[in-house]
């Protein structure tokens, strides 16, 4: 079965220090890897995806990704983080096989002034 | 383009009670799904849809049921609402699966 893990809660990070948030997959087969993140009050906003090709993903406001097979993650990382960073980020799977996303259990990042 | 919208806002049950929580998108785009969003339990898929007239169930299906009648519209329906269907529910869309979903605002449904 398909599975997704975002083993921390909460990341605290200093604005202008690099950040990670990570994300580790089950799948049977080779997965479609997405990053999303919620601001308060509002439905989810796509950050980056990977597919196919180069293991490194870049995205919208900075955002990156590596997509590393053998260890099955997919962090989420950004060299200098901004307070505007702080929200609830998702990292999503689906198995090229199926039509179905499972998401985490999302990782609460805040980014300290 | 409006995107995708979700109607109601906010709405308060009582147990038994049936609703149906609409979403329409207007991108034209064939998957669409819908999640319940619960605390520290991430976002759920309840049910999703690959066309017009093909539907079927996520992780989390019972005590909903769906129907996709038109390309736009996807509506999310309860039956007989319970306390533990309490949660936000989120419908998104996207052109084919492998592509960007794209999140309506959410329905946040209390159910006493």
């Known amino acids: 079965a398909q599975s997704v893990a975002q083993p921390e809660d909460q990341v605290n990070v200093a604005e202008g220090n690099p950040l990670t948030v990570k994300c580790t997959y089950s799948?049977?087969?080779?997965?479609?890897l997405f990053w999303y993140v919620q601001y308060p009050n509002r439905g989810l906003q796509f950050l980056l995806k990977?597919?196919?090709?180069?293991?490194l993903v870049k995205g919208s406001y900075g955002f990156e990704a590596e997509f590393n097979k053998s260890q099955t993650s997919f962090h989420l990382k950004k060299p200098s983080a901004l307070v505007s960073d702080s929200a609830l980020y998702f990292c999503?799977?689906?198995?090229?096989?199926?039509?179905?996303?499972?998401f985490g259990t999302g990782t609460r990042l805040k980014v300290l002034a | 383009n409006a995107g995708v919208t979700q109607t109601p806002k906010f709405q308060v049950l009582k147990t038994g009670q049936s609703m149906t929580l609409q979403c329409a998108q207007d991108?034209?785009?064939?998957?669409m799904s819908w999640y319940r969003q619960d605390p520290g339990m991430g976002l759920r898929l309840i049910h999703y849809?690959?066309?017009?007239?093909?539907?079927d169930q996520g992780e989390v299906p019972n005590g909903y049921n769906v129907s996709r009648s038109t390309t736009e519209d996807f509506p999310l329906r309860l039956l007989s609402a319970a306390p533990s269907q309490t949660s936000v529910y989120f419908c998104?869309?996207?052109?084919?699966?492998?592509?960007?979903?794209?999140f309506g605002p959410g329905t946040r449904l209390l159910v006493l």
């Open positions: 998104a869309s996207s052109y084919d699966p492998e592509e960007t979903q794209y």
């Open positions: 799948v049977s087969g080779n997965p479609y």
């Open positions: 990977y597919i196919t090709g180069d293991n």
């Open positions: 999503a799977v689906r198995d090229r096989g199926t039509y179905k996303y499972i």
């Open positions: 991108m034209n785009h064939e998957y």
């Open positions: 849809s690959v066309g017009a007239g093909i539907t």
